[in-house]
């Protein structure tokens, strides 16, 4: 099995930082692409960042400028840093892997339980 374990949610006020991390554990052979996805209350989930096991990135519009994913393939952890942290910023913050477990299994998406990240104005 694969675990991923998000780290680093808060209260933070608007125009503050916070330093999400993702480490994933169990049995792991590769990991693909990892990133970060949000849930706002009664909102869709939606793509905050993503990044390549070469580290090639992509970001939602509302976020670039402010946030920066990163990823340390030595330790299979991924990190989120959100700078100039808005209100609207506030969800459930959800890290994703696509992690192939044996070299000959197809890969797929694990997904963490979520790290709450609040904003105030």
């Known amino acids: 099995q694969v675990q991923l374990v998000e780290s680093g949610g808060g209260l933070v006020q608007a125009g503050g930082s916070l330093r999400l991390s993702c480490a994933a554990s169990?049995?792991?052979?590769?990991?693909?692409?990892m990133g970060w996805y949000r849930q706002a209350p009664g909102e869709q989930r939606e793509l905050v960042a993503t990044i390549t096991n070469s580290g090639s990135t992509n970001y939602a519009d509302s976020v670039k400028g402010r946030f920066t994913i990163s990823r340390d393939n030595a330790k299979n952890t991924a990190y989120l840093q959100m700078n100039n942290l808005k209100p609207e910023d506030t969800g459930v913050y959800y890290c994703?892997?696509?992690?192939?477990?044996?070299?000959?299994?197809?890969?797929?998406?694990?997904w963490g339980k979520g790290t709450l990240v609040t904003v105030s104005s």
């Open positions: 169990g049995t792991i052979f590769s990991i693909n692409g």
């Open positions: 994703y892997a696509n992690v192939r477990r044996r070299s000959w299994y197809a890969s797929m998406d694990y």
